[in-house]
């Protein structure tokens, strides 16, 4: 059965960092693209960024980029979302996702493109 796992979330202050993994069973992260999401509180679900099946490319948002880091530990199977300057802003409940396109090399922003979702993790950040 294929599954993803988050874990990591938390509460923090701002200018704190923490880092999410998304632990999968039954699908090869190195074959599929992971996509990390976002969703607060009355607001639609808010695309983060994506890391490369091959590991070699990541893309991140607007908001995040230069703050946030993917990473991959192949043995584990699982990804991680390190975050660093946290603002009250990145309040969310986070969401991995990773897409149904075999080794693909675009970049999916959309959650349409991602078939397997894990059930996500809240992380707050009190200003």
């Known amino acids: 059965q294929e599954r993803l796992v988050e874990s990591g979330g938390g509460l923090v202050q701002a200018g704190d960092s923490l880092r999410l993994s998304c632990a999968a069973s039954?699908?090869?992260?190195?074959?599929?693209?992971t996509g990390w999401f976002r969703q607060a509180p009355g607001k639609e679900r808010e695309f983060v960024g994506a890391?490369?099946?091959?590991?070699?490319?990541?893309l991140y948002s607007d908001p995040v980029k230069g703050r946030f880091t993917f990473s991959r530990d192949d043995a584990k199977n699982t990804v991680y979302l390190q975050m660093n300057s946290l603002k009250p802003e990145d309040t969310a409940v986070y969401f991995c996702?990773?897409?149904?396109?075999?080794?693909?090399?675009?970049?999916?922003?959309?959650?349409?493109?991602?078939?397997?979702w894990g059930q996500g993790t809240q992380v707050t950040v009190s200003s």
């Open positions: 996702a990773t897409t149904r396109y075999w080794r693909s090399d675009t970049w999916y922003r959309t959650a349409g493109d991602y078939d397997l």
């Open positions: 039954g699908r090869a992260l190195d074959y599929y693209t």
């Open positions: 890391f490369s099946w091959s590991g070699m490319a990541a």
